[in-house]
């Protein structure tokens, strides 16, 4: 800020050194008889002087560029920050993810607080200068009177000449604010106007353009580049609206400079009355007319920074609404407490969940109870709920009506992250970091090169890890390593079941971990399950029916309901849904069911 102030007062002071040298120059040169000789002194002054303020100039300029980056570096750490710690249901909140939008756009649009304190911190300098400097200079102009007698000379000396002139320099500075003010109004709807498409344009560029896998799925399926015309599209449409806004904003912002160029004019007249009147020399007549434009200058400059400050603040408040959205809906508190016995029990009271938007229930009156340490699988068909459930149980999402709770006390009631601290999870949609293979599996926890072997081995990619150029320091893809590997996706589900391992928390779910696995990978994790689950209280989902008889009991979601909870026996005398879904796998792998599909396998091939 100080650097900004100085760099200001600095500018400025340039501005008025050149005025004077151009009024003593002209005052020398008005004298009769001068010669070169006389010149050189005060050429030689100002160019020192000039010379030392622009190297001065140069320097805080320098720094002012490296503080203006500084602080716009550290706005865009501020979202990013905030992007990483707020809790999920905010995280995915349609209103957040506008309100990051905005920030964006008012960070990277306006500049934000730097640009803004840049304008404050350039205004009141040049005011301050201006009212020192010009001034003073003001009060000798009218101090300098003329001793002639005509009217010219006693309309020079009438305290009218200043009345004038004060009249003259109020137009534009009056004029100033509403301009800056409607200019801003334009700013304001070009900064609005931006953010939806920012937010398309992001998921273009980040998403649909960079992305390893969309890039396939763009090869394949848009050969004719139907994506690519799309988004061409839409920015021709941005910067057509983009260049009409700003030109409106501009236009009426300039537009004082043509009154300011006739007001300069103006002001040759009067203070030139001063010298015709003999008051003041013809050099002092430029001089005067320089300050007053400088302080002409500041003031508009001062009703500009508050006229577009609306504008300029609106662009901020999105920004500190941003940073201060509430982590709500996790209010909690309470620390969860830690148990060696891991007797951790959780009971889904009469829980029902609509997701935000939605119109249609994903969960209806759902009642579960967990035993500690006990293996329960959930089943059922696409879109039953089951994903949603585990989102619910590890609080990414918050029940819309009913009551999760742990160890008799309501999950909202933990602090949100010691909560999520007892779960280990493999999401179906499992992402791996483009860090190492040992950072993947130990995430933020230490590295316990024993412990990683097991949770490797467990997970069955030990071996492939093996061969990987730095083992478990390999990089995976080159997104940020140019040293890293690309692995398979099932190889990459082996370490998402490896890292949920080895977080060691009470709770276990897996949510279609094997869906990515060849038969005799699937069949490996089975066979180690009880070493993977350890004494853990497990919730496994799959749609490989032959993998439940691995879990003690299993509970059948159908529209968001539980319809069925037993084990494999009592379920399959049940005969309903698990039967039903149970059969319709097995069936595939009978004997007889296997021949009569070769059989038609076989005919078609025939005619083809
Ligand atoms: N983010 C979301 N917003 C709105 N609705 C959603 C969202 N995610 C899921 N749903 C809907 O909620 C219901 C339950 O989805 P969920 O993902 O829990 O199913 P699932 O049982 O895990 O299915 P699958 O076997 O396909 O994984 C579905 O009708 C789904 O369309
Ligand atoms: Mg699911």
Redesign the pocket.
């Known amino acids: 800020m100080a650097v900004q102030a100085a760099l200001a007062i600095v500018t400025l002071l340039q501005g008025y050194v050149a005025v004077t040298f151009l009024g003593l120059l002209v005052s020398q040169l008005t004298r009769p008889n001068v010669t070169v000789n006389q010149l050189w002194p005060i050429t030689a002054g100002f160019l020192g002087i000039i010379f030392g303020l622009a190297v001065l100039g140069y320097w805080l300029n320098m720094h002012a560029q490296a503080n203006g980056w500084s602080a716009w570096f550290g706005m865009q750490a501020m979202t990013n920050k905030k992007m990483l710690t707020v809790t999920y249901p905010t995280f995915i909140d349609p209103k957040f993810r506008d309100n990051y939008a905005a920030a964006n756009t008012s960070i990277n649009y306006s500049g934000g607080f730097a640009t803004f304190i840049t304008e404050i911190v350039n205004s009141v300098c040049g005011l301050l200068v201006a009212v020192l400097l010009s001034g003073a200079s003001l009060v000798a102009l009218f101090g300098a009177r003329s001793t002639q007698t005509t009217t010219l000379a006693q309309f020079a000396n009438s305290p009218w000449l200043l009345i004038l002139m004060l009249f003259i320099i109020a137009i534009p500075v009056v004029a100033a604010f509403p301009l800056a003010k409607l200019s801003g109004r334009f700013t304001q709807k070009f900064y609005q106007y931006n953010i939806q498409f920012n937010r398309i344009g992001e998921y273009y560029i980040q998403k649909v353009f960079e992305d390893y896998s969309i890039g396939k799925v763009i090869r394949i399926f848009d050969p004719h580049d139907h994506l690519v015309h799309h988004f061409g599209e839409m920015n021709r449409t941005q910067i057509k609206q983009d260049n009409k806004l700003l030109t409106q904003a501009t236009a009426v912002r300039s537009l004082n400079n043509i009154v300011l160029s006739v007001i300069v004019g103006a002001l040759y007249v009067v203070v030139g009355i001063k010298g015709l009147a003999g008051a003041i020399s013809i050099g002092a007549v430029i001089a005067y007319v320089g300050y007053l434009q400088q302080v002409i200058s500041a003031l508009t400059t001062m009703m500009d920074t508050v006229g577009t400050s609306a504008a300029t603040l609106k662009g901020l408040d999105q920004f500190i609404d941003f940073i201060e959205y509430p982590d709500a809906p996790a209010t909690g508190k309470l620390p969860v407490e830690k148990r060696l016995d891991n007797e951790y029990a959780i009971k889904v009271d009469d829980v029902s969940f609509r997701?935000p938007g939605?119109k249609?229930w994903?969960l209806r009156h759902v009642t579960l109870d967990f035993k500690v340490g006990q293996r329960l699988a959930l089943v059922?068909p696409?879109?039953?709920?089951?994903?949603?459930l585990i989102k619910l149980l590890t609080r990414l999402a918050e029940p819309t009506e009913g009551h999760i709770l742990l160890n008799g006390i309501d999950i909202q009631k933990y602090d949100i992250h010691e909560y999520q601290q007892i779960f280990a999870v493999v999401f179906?949609d499992y992402r791996l970091f483009a860090f190492s293979v040992a950072d993947n599996v130990a995430v933020n926890t230490h590295k316990d090169p024993a412990r990683m072997k097991r949770a490797l081995t467990l997970a069955g990619v030990w071996d492939k890890v093996q061969t990987l150029p730095k083992q478990a320091d390999t990089s995976l893809t080159k997104n940020i390593d140019p040293d890293g590997v690309d692995i398979s996706g099932g190889e990459a589900q082996k370490i998402a079941i490896a890292r949920a391992w080895y977080k060691d928390a009470p709770f276990i779910i897996l949510d279609?971990p094997t869906a990515a696995l060849d038969p005799v990978s699937e069949y490996e994790i089975y066979q180690r399950f009880d070493d993977l689950m350890e004494n853990k209280t497990a919730i496994y989902v799959s749609?490989r029916m032959s993998s439940t008889r691995f879990s003690q009991r299993i509970v059948v979601?159908d529209h968001?309901e539980i319809v069925e909870d037993g084990t494999h026996e009592s379920l399959m005398q049940a005969k309903g849904l698990y039967y039903r879904l149970f059969e319709a796998q097995a069936q595939y792998y009978t004997s007889d069911k296997i021949k009569e599909e070769r059989k038609n396998a076989d005919a078609t091939y025939a005619i083809s």
């Open positions: 997701y939605a249609a994903s059922g696409n879109g039953s709920g089951k994903t949603t179906q279609e749609h979601l968001g």
